[in-house]
């Protein structure tokens, strides 16, 4: 497992809506290497205040040694980063973490909300890169059209033919939430195997979905993390059974078998 | 005249260690974790995560959270405890290079015994820090490192089973340090530690709830280096025992700082999680520091404050 730690160049920054910003990161060995649903630690200046560095999940790797982290503008770490520009550097530290296993049984669903989309782009360009499923199912929510429709678009782009999107304002897609979407267009007689990340309820709903239908299901995680590198056991959350055990999300996932966890 | 490679080398008790740059317990895993970052063999040691007679789950989360300039952690001293630590992580830190030294925690004085029985005759391992900021549970939870006549018995029970030396890691959440560091030099301890963790807590004003599910946990990072090299100081000048100093350091600067306090070596800690490259790059620049102001020896850095 190579990992690594990097002065990443800004090659690009995106605002692709009011608060939702796409990086463009120049760092070669990450993304020679980097698999989706790994993640990277990011430290967008010196100084001690924010001190730690924020995990996010690789969206896109280029071929040319670029990749994209994709973040929503919600705290002192996020503005930060939205204030980069262009030429300027930052830290980075990954590819972390386990990744997605491609190799699911039957029809592939992605099932993605909000920032949780960021991963499934990439996994979905691999699935289509390998020609790995039959069919491959896209399903995207987020609150309004705003936050949706530029990474909505790059999925259609990608050649992701079988996309349904949902919007909790219906100013695009399905008025509702993408468990609807799934309860529509998911027979359940058909063997799937799911692929979701998102808001923690989303993905306890779709998880419960699965296990009803007895489909595989991939869920990856995000928690209060401050090392990424398994030395903190910051990242802890509850394994599933009664033994009280703690399974982590940077060395243990952060994708997990949906059955693994318990759903609180 | 010009130093091109001044000495940096260090002793704690027969110990003697290549530089004072050792890494701080529970942050730093078990060494194997930092190799893609890290040339492990140019520390001074690697004290590895605080480890128990049985293996502890930790607490439930959330466990940590960011504070100005700091964090807060309540792991709940999760381990693999001891046997699994000698059968699974040992034969990696022996072949590093560098001074190993084992952290231990237990409920009671006849764990400390067992552990430092257990942990003493084992190949690689240097030497024996002691956590005793732990709860006495026989004596009603309260912290070992919190009362000088039960630190000082805890260093008795560890010192009496150890044949290798005994550093034992002082609470900064007590009155007086000096008294605690007093009673654990004449119990026999051949250094000092400190600080641990300073006790604090954070809370969610739109939930009303405890940021930690602990409810408290232990701030540490650069929020808390003065208070450190304070209590540094102080100890340095009470007890003849060399003094390890830890508390926010994340600079070869800060490091420089301690040991001009009186601290013959230093442990970095949660600059570990901001800057996993943080130890390397601290003894390149205290090398460099020594270097720039013509020193041969690190001893003469050592306890340099001028007042």
Not at chain 2, 235 to 245: D, L, M, Q, R, Y
Not at chain 2, 247 to 254: H, K, S, V
């Amino acid at each position: 497992m190579t990992q690594y730690q990097t002065l990443a160049e800004v090659v690009k920054k995106e605002q692709i809506a009011a608060d939702i910003f796409r990086l463009t990161l120049r760092a070669p060995e990450i993304a020679g290497c980097a698999r989706p649903g790994q993640f990277v630690m990011v430290r967008a200046m010196a100084g001690i205040d924010p001190l730690l560095r924020r995990p996010f999940s690789i969206h896109q790797v280029s071929s040319e040694g670029n990749i994209q982290i994709l973040f929503k503008r919600l705290g002192k770490g996020t503005t930060l980063l939205a204030r980069l520009e262009a030429g300027e550097q930052l830290d980075l530290v990954g590819p972390l973490g386990n990744g997605f296993d491609l190799n699911g049984p039957g029809k592939v669903c992605l099932v993605g909300g909000g920032m949780g989309i960021a991963p499934l782009y990439f996994l979905a360009r691999e699935f289509l890169r390998q020609s790995i499923p039959p069919r491959l199912t896209v399903m995207l929510g987020a609150r309004t059209r705003e936050e949706l429709v530029t990474v909505a678009n790059d999925f259609k782009d990608l050649g992701v033919n079988d996309l349904s999107l949902a919007t909790d304002d219906g100013t695009l897609g399905h008025h509702g939430l993408v468990l609807d979407l799934m309860g529509r267009q998911m027979a359940r007689e058909d063997q799937w195997s799911v692929y979701t990340c998102g808001p923690h309820p989303m993905m306890k709903a779709v998880a419960e979905m699965a296990r009803q239908n007895e489909w595989l299901c991939s869920v990856s995680l995000e928690t209060m993390m401050a090392c990424g590198i398994s030395a903190c056991l910051g990242c802890a959350i509850p394994r599933a059974g009664l033994n009280g055990n703690y399974l982590h999300v940077c060395k243990d996932g952060p994708v997990f078998d949906a059955g693994e966890v318990a759903w609180l | 005249m010009a130093v091109d490679k001044p000495g940096l080398s260090v002793k704690i008790g027969d110990i003697s260690f290549k530089n004072p740059v050792l890494t701080a317990s529970g942050t730093f895993g078990y060494g194997r974790e930092f190799e893609p970052f890290v040339n492990l063999h140019r520390l001074g040691g690697i004290v590895v995560k605080g480890i128990s007679l049985e293996p502890r789950r930790g607490n439930p989360p959330p466990r940590i959270v960011e504070t100005a300039g700091g964090m807060l952690n309540a792991i709940g001293l999760e381990n693999v405890g001891v046997q699994r630590f000698i059968d699974e992580k040992m034969d990696y830190l022996r072949g590093i290079g560098t001074r190993v030294i084992v952290n231990i925690l237990g409920d009671s004085l006849d764990d400390y015994s067992l552990l430092a029985e257990k942990v003493s005759g084992v190949a690689g391992i240097s030497a024996i820090e002691v956590n005793i900021s732990c709860p006495n549970v026989k004596k009603g939870g309260v912290a070992f490192g919190t009362d000088a006549g039960m630190a000082r018995a805890v260093t008795e029970a560890v010192c009496s089973k150890s044949a290798i030396p005994v550093i034992v890691k002082l609470s900064p959440n007590v009155t007086d340090i000096t008294a605690i560091a007093k009673a654990v030099e004449d119990g026999g301890a051949h250094a000092v530690s400190l600080i641990n963790t300073l006790l604090g807590m954070a809370i969610d004003i739109r939930s009303k709830r405890p940021r930690l599910a602990n409810v408290v946990g232990g701030l540490s990072g650069p929020a808390i280096k003065p208070v450190a090299l304070r209590m540094v100081w102080q100890v340095a000048n009470a007890v003849k025992i060399p003094v390890i100093g830890i508390g926010g350091i994340t600079t070869a600067e800060d490091a420089i700082e301690f040991l001009l306090a009186g601290a013959t070596a230093i442990e970095v800690g949660t600059a570990n999680f901001v800057d996993p490259s943080a130890t390397e790059k601290i003894v390149n620049g205290i090398e460099q520091y020594l270097i720039a102001n013509k020193m041969e020896n690190i001893n003469q850095l050592i306890g340099g404050l001028r007042i």
